[in-house]
């Protein structure tokens, strides 16, 4: 199973500079939940704007284009082939946790996406590439809690493919 992941505002924005461009804890555990214990596929410059580390428990795979990139922790893959493959090989979870390019190189390939709505608007520099919500049936809709730590009205949304 091939999975994306991933929170955006109202406008599609998934970062500015290599992190969120919000802070919402309930999205973190909404992660975190749905990965740990999984394999997770993020791109160079996604990772990078993690600090360069793995996340805890965890199989973490970064995607790139350049040969000679190295990381201590995780494997490295280069192509977005290999992570199809590798997610027709494994009987737990891939999921893919960005950025842009490798959305939407991976879209046609998805089983299910985890989307977190945040509604609202934020500056941003990196936006989810456009899905055609025709091919996906919602699955699981929640409603986030908006208190003094998740500030913002959001929802935590699982489609699968039709």
């Given at each position: 199973?091939?999975?994306?992941?991933w929170?955006?505002?109202?406008?599609?924005?998934?970062?500015?500079?290599?992190?969120?461009?919000?802070?919402?804890?309930?999205?973190?555990?909404?992660?975190?939940?749905?990965?740990?214990?999984n394999t997770?596929?993020?791109?160079?410059?996604?990772f990078?704007?993690?600090?360069?580390?793995p996340?805890?428990n965890?199989?973490?795979i970064?995607?790139?284009?350049?040969?000679?990139?190295t990381?201590?922790?995780?494997?490295i893959l280069?192509?977005?082939?290999?992570?199809?493959?590798?997610?027709?090989?494994?009987?737990?979870?891939?999921f893919?946790?960005?950025?842009?390019?490798?959305?939407?190189e991976?879209l046609?390939h998805?089983?299910?996406?985890?989307r977190t709505?945040?509604?609202?608007?934020?500056?941003g520099d990196?936006?989810m590439p456009?899905?055609?919500w025709?091919h996906?049936?919602?699955?699981e809709?929640?409603?986030?809690?908006?208190?003094?730590?998740?500030?913002?009205?959001?929802?935590?949304?699982?489609y699968?493919?039709?």
């Amino acid at each position: 199973m091939l999975a994306a992941i991933w929170a955006q505002d109202k406008n599609g924005v998934i970062g500015k500079d290599n992190k969120l461009p919000w802070y919402l804890p309930e999205d973190l555990k909404f992660f975190k939940d749905s990965t740990v214990g999984n394999t997770l596929v993020m791109g160079r410059k996604t990772f990078e704007g993690m600090g360069s580390r793995p996340l805890p428990n965890r199989e973490t795979i970064i995607l790139t284009k350049d040969p000679s990139y190295t990381a201590e922790n995780v494997k490295i893959l280069h192509s977005t082939e290999e992570v199809v493959e590798l997610a027709n090989q494994q009987s737990t979870p891939v999921f893919v946790g960005g950025g842009t390019e490798i959305f939407r190189e991976l879209l046609p390939h998805f089983d299910y996406l985890y989307r977190t709505f945040i509604d609202e608007s934020f500056a941003g520099d990196t936006y989810m590439p456009e899905v055609d919500w025709s091919h996906w049936k919602l699955i699981e809709k929640t409603e986030g809690i908006v208190d003094e730590r998740n500030r913002y009205k959001h929802q935590f949304e699982i489609y699968g493919r039709k």
